[in-house]
């Protein structure tokens, strides 16, 4: 009963400055990721309260070759107010059981099949766990479950994740850790916005 989050967040999505406008004026939507190493499923991402990690991934992700039409060559960033809706909450511990039990169906259905389970895999520039196909599959897996057994959809996935190196010898925290946000119900995107630059001569509020 306590999985409908109340109230509106702020989050942020790292593109290409090409795209702001149309979105803005409500001729484009922001595409929904469908990658198998999506790290919370497939849908619209976003950094929650996070404008700057935002630029840092498409900054990163600009620098990168790639022939895909979705490429970043001016990195920007544009905020959405979101309703989370009825969320999987991967800070929720319930949450967390229902995301092992679908690791559980996912594991005995590649049994049954005779095929491989997916793998999560560090990347070639990180030592962090960046290609979560794992992740992902049984993400998608507990989402069809639910789809088949005529349950309530999740609307959106929120989880924690720690990345990058420490931010000092022998710390709990690292230099890219953040929380994550994927929007599945496009219903859950009130709006978009500018973010604004911080006008110094005032108090932030």
């Given at each position: 009963?306590?999985?409908?989050?109340?109230?509106?967040?702020?989050?942020?999505?790292?593109?290409?400055?090409?795209?702001?406008?149309?979105?803005?004026q409500g001729k484009k939507i922001l595409n929904n990721s469908k990658n198998s190493y999506d790290w919370l499923g497939h849908g619209a991402y976003f950094w929650d309260s996070s404008?700057?990690?935002?630029?840092?991934?498409?900054?990163?992700?600009?620098?990168?070759?790639?022939?895909?039409?979705?490429?970043?060559?001016?990195?920007?960033?544009?905020?959405?107010?979101?309703?989370?809706?009825?969320?999987?909450?991967?800070?929720?511990?319930?949450?967390?059981?229902?995301?092992?039990?679908?690791?559980?169906?996912?594991?005995?259905?590649?049994?049954?099949?005779?095929?491989?389970?997916?793998?999560?895999?560090?990347?070639?520039?990180?030592?962090?766990?960046?290609?979560?196909?794992?992740?992902?599959?049984?993400?998608?897996?507990?989402?069809?479950?639910?789809?088949?057994?005529?349950?309530?959809?999740?609307?959106?996935?929120?989880?924690?994740?720690?990345?990058?190196?420490?931010?000092?010898?022998?710390?709990?925290?690292?230099?890219?850790?953040?929380?994550?946000?994927?929007?599945?119900?496009?219903?859950?995107?009130?709006?978009?916005?500018?973010?604004?630059?911080?006008?110094?001569?005032?108090?932030?509020?």
């Amino acid at each position: 009963m306590y999985s409908t989050r109340t109230g509106l967040i702020l989050a942020f999505h790292g593109c290409d400055e090409s795209i702001i406008d149309d979105v803005l004026q409500g001729k484009k939507i922001l595409n929904n990721s469908k990658n198998s190493y999506d790290w919370l499923g497939h849908g619209a991402y976003f950094w929650d309260s996070s404008p700057s990690r935002a630029l840092e991934f498409a900054t990163t992700l600009s620098k990168k070759t790639s022939k895909s039409k979705n490429k970043i060559n001016n990195p920007a960033v544009i905020g959405a107010i979101i309703n989370l809706g009825f969320c999987l909450d991967l800070l929720d511990y319930q949450k967390l059981t229902l995301v092992k039990e679908a690791y559980d169906l996912l594991a005995t259905t590649c049994n049954i099949s005779g095929t491989s389970i997916p793998v999560n895999k560090k990347s070639k520039e990180s030592k962090d766990l960046l290609i979560r196909e794992l992740d992902c599959a049984v993400i998608e897996t507990l989402h069809q479950f639910r789809k088949q057994e005529k349950m309530p959809a999740f609307d959106s996935v929120r989880g924690v994740f720690w990345e990058g190196e420490e931010l000092y010898t022998n710390s709990g925290f690292r230099e890219k850790d953040h929380i994550q946000i994927c929007i599945r119900n496009p219903n859950c995107i009130k709006g978009y916005f500018l973010p604004q630059i911080l006008n110094k001569k005032f108090t932030n509020v």
